[in-house]
T-cell receptor, first 114, second 116 residues
Framework: KAGVTQTPRYLIKTRGQQVTLSCSPI?????VSWYQQTPGQGLQFLFE???????NKGNFPGRFSGRQFSNSRSEMNVSTLELGDSALYLC?????????????FGPGTRLTVT | AQSVAQPEDQVNVAEGNPLTVKCTYS??????LFWYVQYPNRGLQFLLK??????LVKGSYGFEAEFNKSQTSFHLKKPSALVSDSALYFC??????????????FGAGTRLAVHP
């Protein structure tokens, strides 16, 4: 089975711009979660989607948003980029999202904001 | 408050020696605990999990972890370290305010360095 794929792998944007990141989960997985990884804050949960519905959201400003499509693929969007948004954004998928299931992570998208 | 602590920023081990990477957690109720490993320029790779049952959990690549409820710990162990085990290790717990769904709280990570 193919793993979780994320595109693009690397991205450079300017402050004030907006960006969209894409995630394709493992085939058959319906839960997709997003995490932000930075040297200062570590790994932080952004949000989780299941069957096109957001079930959980982390403590991030409204500039961070996401969505999930009927084929379980997910996108996250960051508007009005700030320097502090520079990070590795990781997507993870699991079969149902219920307890007991581990999440499988993609390689991440490295976003640099200048 | 829910949290995961990995008290060591870095652990140094000689190849062939046993290794331990420490993790303690703070959540209410029964914890769902996970260990992940991250290699440079890669995402997180699942190693093992504790949901219920035996306190000693066996995972991938010869790793195991011991769950200790009284000490609220979930230490990662391996009997004989390999140089290729050198990586960043993360302990995580499922958040209790997740509604039973996927929302992990991660520790800060421990860098494992295995020397030949």
């Amino acid at each position: 089975k193919a793993g979780v794929t994320q595109t693009p792998r690397y991205l450079i944007k300017t402050r004030g711009q907006q960006v969209t990141l894409s995630c394709s989960p493992i085939s058959g997985h319906r839960s997709v979660s997003w995490y932000q990884q930075t040297p200062g804050q570590g790994l932080q949960f952004l949000f989780e989607y299941f069957s096109e519905t957001q079930r959980n959201k982390g403590n991030f400003p409204g500039r961070f948003s996401g969505r999930q499509f009927s084929n379980s693929r997910s996108e996250m969007n960051v508007s009005t980029l700030e320097l502090g948004d520079s990070a590795l954004y990781l997507c993870a998928s699991s079969p149902t999202g219920k307890e007991g299931y581990e999440q499988y992570f993609g390689p991440g998208t490295r976003l640099t904001v200048t | 408050a829910q949290s995961v602590a990995q008290p060591e920023d870095q652990v140094n081990v000689a190849e062939g020696n046993p290794l331990t990477v420490k993790c303690t957690y703070s959540v209410s109720g029964n914890p769902y605990l996970f260990w992940y490993v991250q290699y440079p320029n890669r995402g997180l790779q699942f190693l093992l999990k504790y949901i219920t049952g035996d306190n000693l959990v066996k995972g991938s690549y010869g790793f195991e972890a011991e769950f200790n409820k009284s000490q609220t710990s979930f230490h990662l162990k391996k009997p004989s370290a390999l140089v290729s085990d050198s990586a960043l290790y993360f302990c995580a717990v499922r958040a209790t305010d997740s509604g039973g769904y996927n929302k992990l709280i991660f520790g800060a990570g421990t860098r494992l360095a295995v020397h030949p």
